[in-house]
C-alpha cells in the first residue's frame, strides 16, 4: 500500500506560482504513472499531469506552458511546478500513484487563485 502526502498549497494572486509536492510512504521507483489531479467546487475531478518513469509526461491542455511535472525517485517524491496561475486553476489537487493495478490518492491540498 502507498501513502502519499500533498503540501504546498495556499493562496496566491493571479498570475502567481506556487509548487506542490507529494511524498511518498514508499521506493517510487517501480510506481508509474504518478501524477496529478484537481477537483473545482461543483466539477468532477480533472486530470492535471501525469508523469511515467521520469520522462514521459501529459499535461491537460488548460495547463499546458504553464504547469510542469517532475518526479526525484530518490526523494520517493513528485511536484508540480504552477506558473502564471488563473482563478480557474482554484481547486483542490490530488497526488495519485499507480502500482501494481491499484490507484492510490493523497489527501489533497488546496490551491486558491484570487485576487
Known amino acids: 500500500q502507498v501513502q502519499l502526502v500533498e503540501s504546498g498549497g495556499g493562496l496566491v494572486q493571479p498570475g502567481g506560482s506556487l509548487r506542490l509536492s507529494c511524498v511518498a510512504s514508499t521506493t517510487i521507483t517501480s510506481i508509474n504513472p504518478m501524477g496529478w489531479y484537481r477537483q473545482a467546487p461543483g466539477k468532477q475531478r480533472e486530470l492535471v499531469a501525469t508523469?511515467?518513469?521520469?520522462?514521459?509526461?501529459n499535461y491537460a491542455d488548460s495547463v499546458k506552458g504553464r504547469f510542469t511535472i517532475s518526479r526525484d525517485n530518490a526523494k520517493a517524491a513528485v511536484y508540480l511546478q504552477m506558473n502564471s496561475l488563473k482563478p480557474e486553476d482554484t481547486a483542490v489537487y490530488y497526488c495519485?500513484?499507480?502500482?501494481?493495478?491499484?490507484?492510490?490518492w493523497g489527501q489533497g491540498t488546496q490551491v486558491t487563485v484570487s485576487s
Open positions: 508523469i511515467k518513469r521520469g520522462v514521459v509526461t
Open positions: 495519485t500513484a499507480d502500482q501494481r493495478g491499484l490507484t492510490y
